[in-house]
């Protein structure tokens, strides 16, 4: 498989941010750590194994279409700070609508999936093991108290079942609630109705770091997911997910005709 090269993270200040990750195709490297996600073997396990070709295209395909999305976001989050450094403030608001408008659309599709993973996994024989949100992964109040929250009930709900749900629906909320403060702050920047706007682009770049937390734990999911799905049911959740998917016959190879040609 060809390398990818990725741009390294830009600094705006002490803070550090990747606006395209290092690598979704075998290690999840953004934003500079290496999620706990690995701290339970079977977790690791199911992120480092490849995925068969059918089941490798659908996560491909939805990871690359979550992560140019995120990254466009990410981008015109970025020019709104460099905009406002430099006081060009029009232009500043400008770019800040830009990228709340881009992190809306991220989010519904994302909670969509979540929906989506929570309705087929009812009728599931077989669900992933996973590990609770981390608390240190998150910046502000709200990724920090649902990740306590996740990681308590964690310890407490029994089997990989009420676990996987439990973590689908905080993550899910989690999201909702992110988006929802964003787009709060984005919006008084934008309308010019902050008191204080330092703060709210300070709560911008917090909530886009948490943000990129949940992306990561939803691209883990999908993979994990995929991974205990029977093949015959790909095309299903290809179809949830709106992927093409075009599946290859089984069956015995056709024999060679004797006759001449």
């Known amino acids: 498989m060809t390398q990818t090269t990725y741009p390294k993270p830009k600094t705006l200040g002490a803070c550090k941010r990747w606006y395209t990750p290092a690598s979704f195709l075998g290690a999840v490297l953004s934003l500079g750590w290496r999620p706990r996600l690995f701290a339970h073997g079977s977790v690791s396990d199911d992120w480092m194994m490849a995925l068969p070709r059918e089941k490798n295209l659908v996560f491909q395909t939805v990871v690359q279409r979550w992560e140019c999305t995120y990254a466009m976001m990410s981008v015109a989050l970025d020019d709104a700070l460099s905009l406002r450094a430099r006081a060009e403030l029009v232009c500043a608001r400008q770019q800040v609508s830009v990228a709340a408008y881009l992190l809306d659309r991220l989010a519904q599709s994302l909670i969509s999936f979540c929906e989506t993973l929570s309705t087929r996994g009812r009728v599931?024989?077989?669900?992933?093991?996973?590990?609770?949100?981390?608390?240190?992964?998150?910046?502000?109040?709200?990724?920090?108290?649902?990740?306590?929250?996740?990681?308590?009930?964690?310890?407490?709900?029994?089997?990989?079942?009420?676990?996987?749900?439990?973590?689908?629906?905080?993550?899910?909320?989690?999201?909702?609630?992110?988006?929802?403060?964003?787009?709060?702050?984005?919006?008084?920047?934008?309308?010019?109705?902050?008191?204080?706007?330092?703060?709210?682009?300070?709560?911008?770049?917090?909530?886009?770091?948490?943000?990129?937390?949940?992306?990561?734990?939803?691209?883990?999911?999908?993979k994990s997911f995929l991974k205990t799905v029977p093949l015959d049911q790909l095309p299903g959740i290809s179809a949830d997910l709106d992927v093409p998917l075009e599946l290859q016959p089984f069956g015995m190879k056709p024999r060679l005709s004797s006759a001449q040609a």
């Open 124 to 222: 599931a024989r077989r669900l992933p093991a996973v590990a609770p949100l981390n608390a240190k992964f998150f910046r502000g109040n709200t990724g920090q108290s649902a990740a306590s929250w996740n990681g308590i009930l964690h310890h407490v709900l029994f089997g990989s079942r009420p676990r996987f749900f439990h973590k689908l629906r905080i993550l899910s909320e989690t999201i909702q609630h992110l988006e929802r403060e964003f787009q709060d702050a984005a919006g008084d920047i934008s309308m010019g109705l902050s008191v204080q706007p330092g703060d709210c682009w300070k709560t911008l770049d917090g909530l886009h770091y948490d943000f990129s937390t949940c992306l990561r734990e939803t691209e883990v999911l999908l």
